[in-house]
């Protein structure tokens, strides 16, 4: 049994009800078991006691878009790589998307996953499930075997399904066994060979471009689907201002929908690609500053429900190349934070809305305990500095692969302690580690 | 022939009790008593749909008192002789084909089996060529199956004799709810107020279509069971109740009707492996055993077996799945004398 942990003259957060107190808290057996305004009235004498003064204290975070190679290629992230770096983010739970080799569409492989990942750090990884047998588009994988095995969700990762009678037929039976779905979109025909957002920054480096439509045109296909088979449905990540305004269209219909946004299209534009930098060649595409404001709009009026990172773990040689041949994808578990507390410092989203996206929403999606500080919920726990400057050094970095869109990037605000059920799994060193 | 009234006209009380407070003696007298008092009023069988609650009813009566003909030594009641019974049969099926020839037969009639191949081109200009070339050769009766909806009764308005409709698509299949019913009726002694689940493809299934319009008629509770793949549309405006999950819907029914999976037509849309049906939807001894200790076991054949039902369920105690077609034959001979025996001579 771990050791009781008292963190005391801490900011303590909720995101679940939007509250603020000044006081302590305290873990024990892995859940939190009081929470006290003002000083603590008292704690067992074998407790860990820390003095979190000009901290805040949150949840930990749920990343709901998480790539990692294991299985099939560990040289770019396994799950515990994944893990740790999770932990050095502050994100004590995180969603692996099933693109691995063999894809994850099999009770035996989301199986293996878990005790994969049991072995880590301590970080839960939620397994999400392939929504088509090897992400083919052509037939539906098991859904109630899966979730009898810990599938969180179903999803094709970044491929979009184009059939929609197969849509229809896995909505329905996600319905069934009253299960997500979280599908990325974009239309393979109008997208084509496309590889950033459609506009005068594609046009003058002479590259191939995908349009918001790419985008709207299937969202507003599944969210009429979602209506008719009445599945709990994950636009996972929206790109565009269109996307926005359907979201919010449909959002007054149905209380089944929820979407997310990746955490690089909050923060970044199309102008950052620059000169052919590929680490900015993402899915979806960076678009363009109205888009971004668009989706900054959308977290706001919370039409947009989550934050993610899109961690996407890609090795050196697929980021080498012509920006066209390069690969999509960025990593993002370590950063996720500090981007977001940018929105923040800017003055654009309050500080609660940004943790509510990155905590309590994805924590309801997928039906857990997690995402909240109350008493009886899991002691999954980040102490956060908002005010840390720091600089985000490529050697520093815990994933295996180095494709971060945030390289030197200067941030303000950083995850100092991460704990999962009451222990420690992260602390920041002022070196750097 | 085939109208001997030895029964007297009764008052209809309890519709769905009639058969047993019944006087029949048809074991005494083989060749007598095959026809109701009340003459059969339709010249067609094409679904339950066009039945009320007296003539399903009437139908089942019929259909018990020809069951001791086929247990006898000599199986004939000739009310049938001379009739000629034409088996049209534009998808396979073997058991409901031989059930039909074996009906026709043991009533004397003259029975032709007719096996077409249909092209999926121009399926509605053969259907009408072929029903009016055997229209031409003066048949009594055509058993018809075809898989499109709607093609029986097409066909029954281009002939001038009966049809019975032996499945069309998804639509119905009459003798198979009347034997279901028979079927039921002799364990429990009644109909009414019995509460029967129907599991499986309730979305592809004319079996199902057939047997819901039945027991409703006779005041079953109704319920379905199927995943929502597998659920079409306004169901719950048909089914008394809807599930979703095996053992609530199971809990404390009188009789289980496991459907037959189209595992090859389903699989990958409407349902992702036999595996993974089986373990939520296939009918096991933990599953049965939400349901009423004495419940019934059903199938319409043929089963796969380990998709929807375990094989030890389907062999085991509560099953009454080969009593199912023993009674087949006896509603089909019943529904021939009906239609055939009943009908007034018409002449050309």
């Known amino acids: ?72 290629h560990e040289y770019r992230e396994t799950l515990a790589s994944a893990a740790a770096a999770a932990a050095a983010g502050g994100v004590t739970s995180f969603v692996c998307m099933p693109d691995t080799m063999p894809v994850i569409d099999d009770s035996a492989l989301v199986d293996f996953i878990i005790r994969r990942a049991a072995s880590a750090n301590g970080v839960h990884v939620l397994p999400a499930a392939a929504m088509t047998k090897s992400l083919a588009g052509e037939e539906i994988t098991e859904f109630g075997l899966l979730k009898e095995a810990g599938a969180v969700c179903f999803t094709d990762g970044r491929k979009s399904v184009g059939s929609t009678a197969l849509l229809r037929a896995a909505f329905t039976y996600a319905a069934n066994f009253d299960m997500p779905i979280m599908n990325h979109l974009q ?30 045109i299937p969202l507003e296909r599944d969210l009429q689907l979602a209506a008719l088979t009445g599945v709990r449905y994950h636009a996972a990540q929206l790109s565009s201002a269109g996307s926005v305004a359907i979201m919010a269209r449909h959002r007054k219909l149905s209380t089944r929908l929820s979407c997310g946004v990746s955490i690089n299209n909050l923060s970044l534009n199309e102008n950052d690609i620059g000169s052919y930098r590929t680490f900015f060649k993402l899915s979806p595409p960076l678009r363009s500053e109205d888009d971004r404001q668009a989706l900054i709009q959308g977290l706001k ?6 934050i993610h990172s899109g961690h996407d773990p890609q090795d050196v040689e697929v980021k080498r190349r012509p920006f066209a041949e390069a690969g999509d994808g960025a990593i993002g578990l370590e950063t996720l934070l500090s981007a977001a507390l940018r929105l923040v410092h800017s003055g654009d989203v309050d500080l609660m809305t940004i943790f509510r996206a990155l905590t309590i929403r994805p924590a309801e999606i997928l039906g857990l305990s997690t995402g909240r500080i109350a008493v009886g919920a899991p002691a999954d726990m980040i102490l956060v500095d908002q005010d840390y400057p720091w600089v985000v050094k490529e050697s520093d970095l815990k994933s295996r692969s180095r494709n971060t869109s945030f390289e030197n990037a200067r941030f303000t605000g950083k995850v100092m302690r991460t704990f999962v059920g009451g222990t420690e799994i992260y602390r920041h060193h002022e070196d750097g580690q | 022939m085939g109208h001997s009234c030895d029964r007297p006209p009764q008052p209809v009380k309890d519709e769905t009790t009639m058969a047993r407070s019944k006087p029949q003696k048809s074991s005494g007298n083989p060749a007598g008593p095959a026809s109701s008092v009340t003459p059969f009023k339709h010249r067609h069988l094409l679904g339950i749909a066009q039945l009320n609650q007296l003539e399903i009813v009437d139908l089942l ?27 049209l049969f534009f998808e396979n099926s073997t058991r ?7 009906a026709g037969k043991r009533l004397g009639a003259l029975v032709v089996n007719m096996s077409v191949k249909t092209s999926s081109v121009a399926k509605g200009e053969t259907l009408v060529d072929t029903a009016t070339t055997l229209n031409a050769m003066q048949p009594d009766v055509i058993i018809v199956r075809h898989s499109a909806a709607g093609a029986v009764e097409l066909l029954s308005q281009k002939v001038g004799c009966s049809v019975v409709n032996a499945g069309d698509g998804a639509h119905e299949h009459p003798t198979q709810a009347l034997l279901d019913a028979l079927t039921i009726r002799k364990h429990k002694q009644r109909l009414s107020g019995l509460t029967v689940a129907i599991c499986g493809d309730i979305a592809n299934s004319r079996v199902a279509r057939s047997n819901l319009m039945l027991l409703n008629a006779m005041n079953v509770r109704t319920r379905v069971i199927a995943p929502t793949t597998l659920l079409p549309k306004g169901i719950e405006n048909i089914a008394a109740e809807v599930f979703t999950d095996m053992r609530e819907g199971l809990e404390g029914a009188d009789v289980v009707m496991m459907l037959r999976l189209q595992h090859e037509r389903a699989s990958g849309r409407m349902i992702p492996s036999p595996r993974e049906y089986y373990h939520f939807y296939g009918l096991d001894a933990e599953k049965l055993a939400y349901a009423k200790p004495d419940a019934l076991v059903m199938h319409p054949g043929p ?45 050309a």
């Open chain 2, 96 to 102: 409901t084909q031989a059930s039909f020839e074996i």
């Open chain 1, 187 to 216: 239309d393979a025909g109008l997208a084509g060979h496309g590889v950033m957002h459609e506009g005068l920054m594609a046009t003058g480096l002479g590259l191939k471009s995908i349009p918001p439509e790419a985008e709207t």
């Open chain 1, 1 to 72: 049994m771990t050791r009781p942990l008292l963190i005391e003259n801490a900011r303590i957060m909720d995101p679940a009800t939007e509250t603020f107190i000044n006081g302590a808290l305290l873990a024990e057996d892995g859940q939190i078991s009081a929470i006290h305004e003002g000083a603590a009235p008292g704690a067992p004498e074998s407790a860990e006691r820390i003095d979190a003064s000009g901290l805040i204290l949150a949840p930990g975070l749920i990343d709901m878009r998480v790539f990692t190679g294991e299985p099939g």
């Open chain 1, 301 to 306: 009026a919370r039409t947009i429900d989550v």
């Open chain 2, 303 to 347: 089963m796969n077996r380990g998709v929807e039902i375990d094989p030890a369920i389907a062999d085991g105690a509560q099953s009454v799945i080969n009593e199912q077609v023993e009674m087949g034959v006896a509603v089909r001979m019943a529904v021939l004398d009906a239609l055939i025996a009943d009908q007034p001579q018409v002449s």
């Open chain 2, 61 to 87: 009566d019929r259909a018990e008192a020809m069951i001791p003909i086929s247990r006898q030594p000599r199986k004939i009641l000739p009310t049938l002789t001379g009739k000629t019974q034409i088996n």
